[in-house]
């Protein structure tokens, strides 16, 4: 079955580091949303990425989709504690089932 | 606050017994979606309704089954629980299917 591939699954870095995690599908995504989850909370809606090769910004975090709409990267620069939590991907080839990637934890040592 | 609410918040239960868990959407949402978590694991999707009826369908066991009622609330009933059941269960909604989806904040059902 299709399967969204999510890595790192843990990422520990300093406050003020760089953040990446990366989302990768063997078969073209119609979409692909990000959701963050704080410990302890539900997931919340990042953002949807649509376009082939779009880009979008949100303050210090970045979303891409690639050309090939087969992969997806969220990085956060300067990383803040309140940046801590689980971020997943989430993608489907059609609008109806979307499967979530297994999620990257990010920890910030302040 | 996503506007999704989910009852109960927990529910502790023994092996082979059944338990109905609620889920009412956003006003307004027509698509519910259910998801399944595992302590420290990914969200592992089961099922998705769009105004009433069954639109996909995940991982989800024949023990498991979902409807969702002419009101847009939808209930997920789980049966005949073995302790590898244990888990978060949350709901989503979202206006139309492949929109963003709002979580509620889930149940937690431990099987003992």
């Excluded at chain 1, 620069?77 to 990010?106: E, I």
């Excluded at chain 2, 847009?72 to 269960?89: M, Q």
Aim: proline content about 4%; charged content about 15%.
């Amino acid at each position: 079955g299709q399967q969204v591939m999510q890595i790192p699954q843990y990422q520990h870095v300093q406050e003020g580091e760089d953040f990446t995690t990366y989302c990768n599908s063997s078969t073209t995504l119609s979409n692909i949303q990000w959701y963050k989850q704080r410990p302890g909370g539900h997931p919340v809606f990042l953002i949807q990425l649509v376009k082939s090769g779009e880009v979008k910004k949100q303050k210090r975090l970045t979303f891409q989709f690639g050309e090939a709409k087969k992969n997806s990267s969220l990085h956060i620069t300067a990383t803040q504690t309140t940046d801590v939590g689980t971020y997943f991907c989430a993608g489907g080839r059609t609008f109806n089932k979307f499967y979530f990637g297994s999620g990257t934890k990010l920890n910030v040592k302040p | 606050d996503s506007g999704v609410t989910q009852t109960p918040k927990h529910l502790i239960t023994a092996t082979g017994q059944r338990v109905t868990l609620r889920c009412s959407p956003r006003s307004g949402d027509l698509s519910v979606y259910w998801y399944q978590q595992s302590l420290d694991q990914g969200l592992q999707f089961l099922i998705q309704y769009y105004n009433g009826e069954e639109r996909a369908k995940g991982n989800i066991l024949e023990r498991f089954s979902a409807q969702q009622f002419p009101d847009l609330h939808s209930e997920l009933n789980l049966s005949s629980l073995e302790l590898g059941d244990s888990a978060l269960y949350f709901c989503a909604s979202s206006v139309f299917p492949g929109n963003e989806q709002f979580f509620g904040p889930g149940t937690r059902l431990t099987v003992l």
